[in-house]
């Protein structure tokens, strides 16, 4: 018998399209094409080359062939992959078709977006390595089955809500139900809802997955689920973990090991091969859009994956997003409502001071109502706990000179910089840059230089001298840099240990303080006269989950109070919460949007330009809009002059934005797709151009 040739010894090469993070805007938007000498299932992880660096990639479904990645070349021509990670199951289908549809949707690359939601020590192992990690993990020790904790009687609304999810969850992926909006009051019990549902699905063998907003309400909830689910397997998945606890995390949901994946946005994209139902809590939260490379809206995928996969979604909220508001309206969500709080209590009685009632004096939007202090001293007496809301950290906004005008700018950008007492410094929030404060006025020498409005240290300074004895205590980004001082200083809350909180909006999302009876709100009228659209909607919600941090607990919610320290007592918005009237201020607004044209009537989209100079960035976006107008489709897209951003200049780069609008999102997304590869080529013309983005459905403007 004649021996082969070694060429027919080879197992024949298999053409795979592989998804990887190519350069943003190299024209390289699609899966690429590399030879392998084993097949590989789509969603295998392969480590493949691309230029001089080897990625990791995802060997992608067959697909129609993407113009991105030219013509097919000869098979042999191919570069070979370098690697497979065979030891990790393929991601499926369903994981594929969200990111793909969330690349297309949000005009990112497929790579580049799925390399961007898997960890990121992923993309550096290689297959030994790997294996070790899934060493590690099978050491991991298993829960011990336990005990569950007691579960309180359901109200009636939590009961009917419940009832419709049974529905839901027994459709077991047969049809994509409708997404529900739970729709209830703070401390109606929307927590315990997802808990039941999530046992429920859990009872069936599928996963559960469970949005959150930020990261300091993961713990908090993560407590309340560890609690419930004693013995039940679960991970968290936030930018808090290191690299190698994400990486645990992501493994353990990826095997189906982890049954409850609790997270944050970037949560909504991780690998769940048998997810059975979505919770996003908060889900009118602006934290769910990502505000930098792929700028997706978490809370719009997990209702897309939803959709996809056959499953229910919960969207919890006490004022939910005008644009879910307005889908239940339309019947394309099913709305539940929880008007009434656990135990009968009473929402807060809301009360608004008119600050124009006190003398005007120089430095008077700074100061604390007498009438306020008194309430405040009433809480005291009583032992009980109050909370002061000021969206504003640092000691006072900006330091100035009554001699010259002199103010605290930042150097490097169009902003002031916060005057920090604690460390006597002037730190701007935008760029970071920090300095001492100058002994003396840097403009004419003057040494009286002095703090203009307040921040939450000042705000603390205050109440310390207005109320002296009691125990006032302050969260917000600079009091709970070090890891574990959030918990720590909510921990003290909850046991008694505060008397009076100050915070920004981190304490009023979520959290459960029993002792709290007044909330008050010391300056918030700044967003009622916002260029930005959507600010009265955000005020409105803030304030409203301000105002429920006050008596959660039943027997003090009768004389828990909300005090708003207001120039504009009779605004619209004021009046509605004075009543904790949603649905009022939700059809104020949406009349409001449609005779304007603005979403939920409209699809919106921003072209961003940084340059070293406005008139770079200008010459940009001008050049932009010539080539959007000579597009098919130009006619149903209407498309706005450059405008500098809020905050035009930061750390030396200017900034300027251009909106783009259609009646029909069919037609933004077209012309967007049509004109982005031209703004790749614009981009190299543009020499004095930094960088350039689009964000469809932008949150602010």
């Avoid at 006050?550 to 004389?559: K, M, Q």
């Amino acid at each position: 018998m004649s021996e082969q040739a070694p060429s027919q010894l080879l197992p024949p090469l298999q053409r795979l399209r592989v998804a990887v993070d190519a350069p943003q805007h190299s024209g390289l938007t699609g899966p690429l094409d590399y030879a392998s000498e084993q097949a590989l299932a789509p969603g295998s992880l392969v480590r493949v080359p691309l230029g001089r660096r080897e990625l990791l990639g995802v060997v992608w479904p067959a697909a129609r062939e993407d113009a991105a990645t030219g013509a097919e070349f000869p098979l042999q021509d191919l570069r070979p992959v370098t690697a497979a990670l065979d030891a990790l199951p393929p991601l499926s289908a369903h994981w594929c078709s969200l990111v793909e549809f969330a690349a297309l949707y949000y005009q990112r690359s497929v790579g580049e977006l799925a390399a961007a939601v898997l960890p990121p020590q992923l993309r550096e192992l290689e297959p030994k390595q790997l294996q070790l990690r899934l060493k590690k993990l099978d050491k991991l020790a298993l829960p011990v089955p336990a005990e569950p904790a007691a579960r309180p009687e359901l109200s009636p609304a939590q009961a009917e809500a419940l009832a419709q999810l049974d529905e839901m969850l027994a459709q077991n992926g047969t049809q994509s139900p409708q997404p529900l909006l739970l729709y209830g009051v703070t401390g109606s019990g929307k927590t315990e809802v997802y808990l039941r549902a999530a046992e429920h699905a859990l009872a069936a063998g599928r996963q559960v997955l469970v949005l959150v907003p930020e990261i300091n309400l993961t713990p908090q909830l993560e407590a309340r689920f560890a609690e419930r689910f004693a013995g039940t397997a679960m991970v968290s998945l936030h930018s808090g973990l290191t690299p190698a606890q994400r990486l645990r995390n992501w493994l353990a949901a990826h095997f189906g090991r982890a049954q409850l994946v609790l997270g944050t946005r970037l949560a909504v994209f991780a690998s769940m091969p048998k997810l059975g139902l979505i919770v996003v809590d908060e889900e009118h939260d602006p934290s769910y859009k990502q505000q930098d490379g792929a700028r997706y809206s978490a809370r719009d995928l997990a209702v897309y994956r939803a959709h996809l996969e056959k499953l229910p979604v919960i969207l919890g909220s006490a004022t939910p997003s005008l644009e879910s508001w307005h889908r239940a309206e339309e019947g394309r969500y099913r709305r539940l409502s929880m008007p009434q709080r656990i135990g009968g209590g009473a929402l807060p009685k809301v009360r608004l001071f008119d600050m124009n009632s006190l003398p005007r004096n120089k430095g008077v939007t700074t100061v604390l109502s007498k009438p306020l202090i008194e309430a405040l001293r009433l809480r005291l007496e009583r032992g009980e706990q109050s909370l002061m809301f000021l969206n504003r950290r640092g000691y006072a906004p900006v330091l100035h000179c009554l001699e010259c005008g002199w103010k605290s700018e930042c150097p490097h950008c169009s902003a002031f910089r916060v005057f920090h007492k604690l460390d006597r410094t002037l730190r701007c929030h935008h760029c970071g840059f920090t300095e001492r404060v100058p002994p003396a006025c840097p403009g004419c020498g003057n040494p009286d230089i002095a703090p203009l409005g307040r921040g939450t240290e000042k705000l603390e300074e205050q109440l310390a001298e207005a109320l002296p004895g009691a125990r006032v205590a302050r969260i917000d980004a600079d009091s709970t840099k070090l890891k574990g001082s959030l918990e720590a200083q909510l921990g003290a809350v909850h046991a008694g240990e505060v008397d009076i909180l100050v915070g920004t909006q981190m304490v009023t999302k979520g959290h459960d303080f029993r002792r709290i009876t007044l909330v008050a709100a010391v300056n918030p009228d700044g967003a009622l006269f916002s260029s930005d659209f959507r600010a009265p909607e955000r005020l409105f919600a803030l304030l409203m989950q301000a105002a429920g941090r006050a008596g959660r607990d039943a027997e003090a919610a009768a004389r828990s109070e909300m005090w708003v320290q207001t120039w504009h007592p009779q605004h619209a918005l004021y009046q509605a919460l004075t009543t904790h009237d949603f649905e009022r201020f939700a059809r104020s607004q949406l009349e409001e949007r449609l005779s304007a044209g603005l979403p939920p009537f409209a699809h919106l989209a921003l072209l961003r330009a940084e340059a070293r100079t406005a008139e770079a960035a200008k010459a940009f976006l001008q050049a932009a809009a010539a080539v959007a107008a000579e597009l098919d489709g130009a006619g149903q897209v209407l498309v706005y002059a450059p405008v500098p951003m809020q905050v035009a200049r930061v750390a030396n780069i200017e900034r300027l934005q251009m909106l783009v609008e259609s009646e029909s999102r069919v037609a933004l997304q077209r012309l967007l797709a049509a004109w982005l590869p031209a703004l790749g080529a614009l981009k190299r013309e543009h020499k004095g151009l930094i960088r350039w983005a689009v964000d469809v459905d932008p949150l602010a403007i």
